[in-house]
C-alpha cells in the first residue's frame, strides 16, 4: 500500500472506502499487524456488522491474525459494544470488529482494542500497529487457532441488572437494518417496554436508511412515534455505538448538548463530586451544567477512544460527545448505544413526566449545525492549524487539543477541526445571541473556504 493511501489509519480506527482503500489483501496484513502488536500466544475477539463487504474482510483479518501465532475467539455478527465486552467479560487479550461504524455502506474498517477494552488509537498502540503494518515486521510462528462463540446471553445478563424500570413504556425502535436488529427488540423487552420496531430487517447495504441516524435520516422513526402515540423514539447506528432519540412529540433530541445533561444529573444524583467526560464540540452549558449539579467538567478530544480512555484513566462516571456517543463506567466506560437507550427510558419511566418535557428541561444557547467542508486528509489538519495561529493573532482565546475552538471575550464560540473519520474540516458556532452565533458561523467557513482554496 503507498503512503498516500495510509490514510485509512486514522486517530482512533482503521476505516476506509471496500475495493480502494480497504481489500481483503489489506485486511490480512492488517490482523497480521494487530496480531503482531498483541502478541503471539494471545487470544482475540473477532466481530462485524452487517456490511456486504464483512464476512470477507472478517475472514482475511482472522487469517492474518493466526498466520502470527494468536488464537480467535470469532463471536459472529454483533455490536461493536459487545466485542468491547466480550474482551472484559472474558479475559481477553484483545478484540476487533469489522465496521466503519456510522459511515456510509461503501465504507468498511476496523475498530480494534487491547486487553481491557482499551482503544487502539494515537497514543494507545495505532502508531505501533501501522509501523508494524508499513514495515510487514510480522512475528512468525505456528497458527493460532479459532474458535466460535455465541456472546448474547452473557451480554444480556450483564446489561439487564443494571436497568431498574418503574413502569413500561411505549418505545419504537429504528436498528436501521444494522447490527441492532439481532439484538435491540429482545433487550428492551426484557427490560419491561412495549416495542415497536422499523428498519428492523439486517441490510448490508442500508437501503432503508442510512447508517447514520442523523436528522434527516429517521423522519421515518419520527412519524412512526407520533402515529403509535409512544413515549419515546430510539435510532441506532450500524455497529450500535451512537444512538439518537425522538420525544414523545416527534421531534428529534439534537445531540449530547441535550443527552448528556440528562444523564450527567442522573449519574451525579448518585455520585456526588463525580467527573464527567464531553468533548470539545459540546456547548458551553454542558461545563455549566455539570459544575452546577456539583460535577467535576472533563473536557476531552472528539472520538470514542479519547473519551472512554479519558472515562477510565479518570475514574468519571459518565461521558459523552455532542455526537450521541455516550460512555457508561457501569459497563466498563463502553460508548453502547444499546445501554444508552435503556438507560435514558429508565430516566423516562422514574419521572412523572414526558421525555418532551425533560427535553425542554434543557436549557440551550443557540447553537449552528456542524457544516463539513471537503479538505483532502493530508492537508486537513494542517489547514486547522494554520486557521488558529490567524485567530490567535486577531486575539481570540484558543482551545486546541481537537482542532481550534475560538472564543471571543464574551465566551461565544467557533469551532474549526478536522474530522477524524472523513476527508472534511468540520465548522460550528454557539453565542448568547442568535446574530452572533450566526456571524461566528459565517466568519469560520469563510477562513476555511479560504485556507482550502489556496
Given at each position: 500500500m503507498s503512503n498516500d493511501n495510509m490514510k485509512i489509519f486514522r486517530a482512533y480506527d482503521v476505516r476506509g472506502v471496500y475495493g480502494k482503500d480497504i481489500t481483503e489483501e489489506t485486511a490480512e496484513l492488517?490482523?497480521?499487524?494487530?496480531?503482531?502488536?498483541?502478541?503471539?500466544?494471545?487470544?482475540?475477539?473477532?466481530?462485524?456488522?452487517?456490511?456486504?463487504?464483512?464476512?470477507?474482510?472478517?475472514?482475511?483479518?482472522?487469517?492474518?491474525?493466526?498466520?502470527?501465532?494468536?488464537?480467535?475467539?470469532?463471536?459472529?455478527?454483533?455490536?461493536?459494544?459487545?466485542?468491547?465486552?466480550?474482551?472484559?467479560?472474558?479475559?481477553?487479550?484483545?478484540?476487533?470488529?469489522?465496521?466503519?461504524?456510522?459511515?456510509?455502506?461503501?465504507?468498511?474498517?476496523?475498530?480494534?482494542?487491547?486487553?481491557?477494552?482499551?482503544?487502539?488509537?494515537?497514543?494507545?498502540?495505532?502508531?505501533?500497529?501501522?509501523?508494524?503494518?508499513?514495515?510487514?515486521?510480522?512475528?512468525?510462528?505456528?497458527?493460532?487457532?479459532?474458535?466460535?462463540?455465541?456472546?448474547?446471553?452473557?451480554?444480556?445478563?450483564?446489561?439487564?441488572?443494571?436497568?431498574?424500570?418503574?413502569?413500561?413504556?411505549?418505545?419504537?425502535?429504528?436498528?436501521?437494518?444494522?447490527?441492532?436488529?439481532?439484538?435491540?427488540?429482545?433487550?428492551?423487552?426484557?427490560?419491561?417496554?412495549q416495542i415497536v420496531v422499523i428498519n428492523g430487517e439486517p441490510d448490508g447495504s442500508f437501503s432503508s436508511r442510512p447508517s447514520d441516524p442523523s436528522e434527516e435520516n429517521v423522519s421515518k422513526l419520527r412519524e412512526t412515534v407520533l402515529k403509535e402515540k409512544a413515549d419515546l423514539g430510539i435510532a441506532f447506528d450500524g455497529d450500535v455505538d451512537r444512538v439518537a432519540f425522538v420525544d414523545d412529540t416527534g421531534k428529534y433530541v439534537p445531540s449530547g448538548n441535550i443527552t448528556i445533561p440528562i444523564l450527567s444529573e442522573y449519574y451525579l444524583n448518585r455520585n456526588k463530586n463525580g467527573k464527567i467526560v464531553f468533548d470539545i464540540c459540546c456547548s458551553s452549558f454542558v461545563e455549566e451544567f455539570i459544575k452546577k449539579h456539583e460535577g467535576k467538567p472533563v473536557p476531552s478530544k472528539v472520538g470514542h477512544s479519547f473519551i472512554m480512555n479519558t472515562l477510565i484513566t479518570e475514574g468519571a462516571v459518565f461521558g459523552g460527545e455532542y455526537s450521541n456517543h455516550l460512555y457508561f463506567s457501569e459497563i466498563f466506560g463502553f460508548d453502547d448505544a444499546l445501554f444508552a437507550g435503556l438507560k435514558m427510558a429508565e430516566i423516562v419511566a422514574s419521572k412523572d413526566k414526558k421525555f418532551s418535557d425533560i427535553v425542554a428541561e434543557i436549557p440551550r444557547y443557540p447553537a449552528s449545525k456542524v457544516e463539513e467542508i471537503l479538505c483532502d486528509d493530508n492537508e486537513k489538519f494542517e489547514a486547522v492549524r494554520r486557521i488558529g495561529e490567524k485567530l490567535k493573532k486577531e486575539g481570540y482565546k484558543i482551545i486546541d487539543i481537537d482542532g481550534v475552538k475560538a472564543f471571543d471575550k464574551n465566551g461565544d464560540w467557533m469551532l474549526i477541526r478536522g474530522s477524524n473519520t472523513l476527508p472534511v474540516i468540520k465548522i460550528n458556532s454557539e453565542a448568547r445571541r442568535e446574530d452572533r452565533m450566526t456571524e461566528l458561523f459565517e466568519y469560520a467557513k469563510n477562513m476555511v473556504k479560504s485556507e482550502v482554496s489556496t
Open positions: 492488517i490482523g497480521k499487524a494487530f496480531g503482531t502488536f498483541i502478541g503471539s500466544g494471545k487470544t482475540i475477539a473477532v466481530s462485524r456488522d452487517f456490511r456486504n463487504s464483512g464476512e470477507s474482510l472478517k475472514k482475511n483479518f482472522i487469517s492474518g491474525i493466526i498466520s502470527v501465532g494468536c488464537n480467535v475467539i470469532d463471536i459472529g455478527t454483533t455490536t461493536t459494544p459487545m466485542m468491547y465486552f466480550a474482551v472484559r467479560k472474558y479475559g481477553l487479550d484483545g478484540g476487533v470488529s469489522v465496521t466503519a461504524s456510522h459511515n456510509p455502506a461503501e465504507w468498511n474498517g476496523f475498530k480494534m482494542t487491547r486487553e481491557g477494552g482499551i482503544l487502539c488509537s494515537e497514543g494507545f498502540g495505532m502508531e505501533e500497529i501501522k509501523n508494524i503494518f508499513l514495515k510487514r515486521d510480522f512475528n512468525e510462528g505456528e497458527n493460532g487457532e479459532v474458535e466460535k462463540k455465541e456472546i448474547t446471553s452473557d451480554y444480556e445478563e450483564f446489561i439487564l441488572p443494571k436497568i431498574i424500570n418503574q413502569r413500561k413504556l411505549k418505545i419504537v425502535l429504528d436498528p436501521g437494518n444494522g447490527a441492532a436488529c439481532f439484538i435491540a427488540e429482545d433487550l428492551f423487552r426484557k427490560a419491561g417496554h
